[in-house]
Each structure stands twice: as C-alpha cells, then as structure tokens.
C-alpha cells in the first residue's frame, strides 16, 4: 500500500542492517550518506523520494533525533517523530498512519 524508503546517516551498514532483519525487499531505495550529504541536509531524503518517484507532499518522513526533523522540515515532507525509549510509540505511529 506505501512506497518505502531508508534515508539514514549510516553509510554501508544499511543495507546489511536491513537484509539481516530481513526487512530489506519492503524498500524501495535505501539512501545513505555515501550517496548524499548527511542529514540534517535534506538532500538525502529528497534522493529517496526522487528513487521512489514521490513528491514531498505526499511523505511522511519518521525519524528519531533533531537532526531528522530539521532534514524533513527542510525537505518539505511531514515529518513524524518517535521516542525508541516510548514503548508506545511504534504502536501509536502505526495506528495513526497505517489502520
């Protein structure tokens, strides 16, 4: 039902992260700071969006730091933060967006 994407400041231990989750095939692009300027440049998640063919205006962009939510506001995408101390969160997350 959704487009997904990685926008992470982790160079090439996404990917491995990922496959070894076995997560990695819901991704449609897994964008790090090998491939642009770490965030909080928002250059990263603007390539992801380009590599999934989204408009800003039509992401959410999830993130957990400072740095992910300057990067989203300046990429003009909505921008979603979750506390991983928040046992709660994810489930939160996931019921405002997903059900």
Do not use: C, H, W
Not at 19 to 42: C, E, N
Not at 66 to 71: C, H, I, N, R, Y
């Amino acid at each position: 039902k959704y487009r997904l994407a990685v926008a992470t400041n982790r160079k090439s231990s996404a990917a491995k992260v990922l496959k070894r989750l076995k997560i990695l095939a819901y991704f449609g692009a897994v964008v790090t700071s090998v491939d642009a300027p770490p965030k909080p440049d928002p250059k990263m998640i603007l390539l992801a969006l380009e590599k999934l063919g989204a408009k800003p205006g039509e992401a959410v962009f999830v993130g957990d730091n400072q740095e992910d939510l300057m990067a989203g506001a300046k990429a003009g995408v909505r921008v979603v933060m979750i506390d991983g101390r928040d046992a709660g969160a994810i489930e939160r997350f996931l019921r405002e967006f997903l059900m």
